[in-house]
């Protein structure tokens, strides 16, 4: 049972473009939303992250938008570079942000230069 | 200098072996995660740990037991290793303080088994 789904499975890009990676959950209970960065060979590591009484959360050239309502929450990453090449995951947990992180699938990012 | 060390970084054994692996960490968080990854299904939550007596199952624990033997040690034990266990296996460390505490990860153990 998978509670939060992830798309795209991959995505390519040009430098300076917009990646968009969707991310839906079904668990109302949820209450916090990370995003998390991996390079091959080393373990993901915090991007940003939300809380559900915010719709959107910017830091840098990376953004968070949530939607409650329709349980999705979305990252961005303006000005795509080549060194965001990575694998991107989303994540929920409740009862508190460092309890059980569920993950979703992962999308394989590709910035060309 | 790592804050989260997972040993070995890569193991190759034969089904039915006992394997160990370990986890350390110098973060000096209470509560501490075994994941593992496969691909196109992200990471899993096999067991966590929220102080040294408490131990809890997660998603996907059969097959696994851990040992929490210290605050900063963390092991993962497979005690009669099958293939389908083979995986990216990661440890992860948290702090239990109010608001957001992230889980941080070590470099993962990759683990085949034959």
């Known amino acids: 049972q998978q509670q939060v789904k992830q798309s795209p499975q991959s995505l390519i890009v040009q430098k300076g473009g917009i990646s968009i990676i969707n991310c839906a959950y079904e668990?109302?209970?949820?209450?916090?939303f990370p995003w998390y960065q991996q390079f091959p060979g080393k373990g993901p590591a915090l991007l940003i992250a939300?809380?559900?009484?915010?719709s959107e959360k910017k830091e840098g050239r990376f953004t968070i938008s949530f939607n409650k309502s329709a349980k999705q929450f979305s990252l961005h990453i303006m000005d795509s570079q080549p060194g965001d090449s990575a694998t991107y995951f989303c994540a929920a947990s409740m009862g508190g942000s460092a309890r059980q992180l569920t993950f979703g699938s992962g999308t394989q990012l590709t910035v060309l230069p | 200098d790592a804050d989260v060390t997972q040993t070995p970084r890569n193991r190759i054994t034969k089904t039915g072996k006992r394997i160990m692996l370990e986890c350390s960490q110098t973060k000096g968080h209470d509560r501490m995660y075994w994941y593992r990854q496969d691909p196109g299904l992200g990471l899993r939550l096999i067991y966590y740990?929220?102080?040294?007596?408490?131990?809890n199952k997660g998603e996907i624990s059969d097959g696994y037991s851990v040992s929490r033997q210290a605050q900063a040690k963390f092991s993962l034990s497979l005690e009669s290793a099958i293939p389908n266990q083979t995986a990216l296996y990661f440890c992860a460390t948290s702090g239990s303080g109010t608001g957001m505490q992230p889980q941080h990860f070590g470099d993962g153990t990759r683990l085949s088994i034959l």
């Open positions: 668990n109302t209970a949820f209450d916090y």
């Open positions: 740990s929220f102080d040294v007596k408490d131990i």
């Open positions: 939300i809380r559900p009484d915010v």
